[in-house]
């Protein structure tokens, strides 16, 4: 059997470069969204430390509390007063909702809907 030829292994070129387009929108996509998501990491830990460090967790001194710590980090997603804070007894809960439209290429955009929830 020295004669016979084995099968090739492998991609194609076509196959190889459709794989590398595939990769290549994955990643351009996925780094577009990273900083959105930071964001939203942001602001949760904005929300729980309002509600955190609030002596009397009232809901203006939260939103006080909360303005203080977007204004530091510089989050132009939400405002103050896009924060929702409830008292239900001895609960005090505070969310805030969002979108972000992310601009990809032409008509095409990408909407992220964020919502943030805590409670003390």
């Not at 470069?17 to 990273?34: D, E, T």
């Amino acid at each position: 059997m020295t004669g016979s030829k084995r099968a090739q292994r492998g991609l194609s070129m076509i196959a190889f470069l459709f794989v590398a387009a595939v990769i290549a929108v994955v990643a351009i996509v996925g780094f577009r969204m990273v900083p959105s998501y930071v964001e939203y990491y942001t602001i949760q830990s904005a929300v729980e430390k309002s509600l955190r460090d609030a002596p009397d967790p009232t809901p203006p001194v939260v939103k006080r509390s909360f303005e203080k710590y977007i204004a530091a980090d510089y989050i132009d997603s939400v405002r103050a007063n896009d924060l929702n804070v409830v008292r239900d007894g001895n609960v005090i809960t505070a969310s805030v909702s969002w979108q972000k439209q992310l601009h990809m290429v032409g008509n095409v955009s990408i909407l992220l809907d964020f919502d943030v929830t805590a409670t003390r």
